[in-house]
Nanobody, 123 residues
Framework: QVQLVESGGGLVQAGGSLRLSCVASGGTFSSYAMAWFRQAPGKERELAAGISRGGGTYYVDFVKGRFTISRDNAKNTVYLQMNSLKPEDTAVYYC?????????????????WGQGTPVTVSS
């Protein structure tokens, strides 16, 4: 089973930017669609963005125009560039792997999850 490790979270002021990274090991990275989820305090985990094996992207409405998901198969890494951050973006961010982006969109569990990296946006 592929293992995922996130990094790059931290504290940032509203309007600022962060780039999250997720490094995969123990599997064939290029065979997976990847996604970023987030879970705010007291809230359910929710999908933010997904990327297919071929690089096609999917974004939920609340991140469109602000977040960009990308992948570098040579480095077994998926990224989430977060710009124009808002206090409501405060959450623990997780990466996940699955056979397709559709798996994430319909709410099915991924094949693997990272441990999460916390993001705090202050006003």
């Amino acid at each position: 089973q592929v293992q995922l490790v996130e990094s790059g979270g931290g504290l940032v002021q509203a309007g600022g930017s962060l780039r999250l990274s997720c490094v995969a090991s123990g599997g064939t990275f290029s065979s997976y669609a990847m996604a970023w989820f987030r879970q705010a305090p007291g809230k359910e985990r929710e999908l933010a963005a997904g990327i297919s094996r071929g690089g096609g992207t999917y974004y939920v409405d609340f991140v469109k125009g602000r977040f960009t998901i990308s992948r570098d198969n040579a480095k077994n890494t998926v990224y989430l560039q977060m710009n124009s951050l808002k206090p409501e973006d405060t959450a623990v961010y997780y990466c996940a792997a699955a056979p397709s982006v559709s798996t994430f969109v319909v709410g099915r569990a991924g094949d693997a999850w990272g441990q999460g990296t916390p993001v705090t946006v202050s006003s």
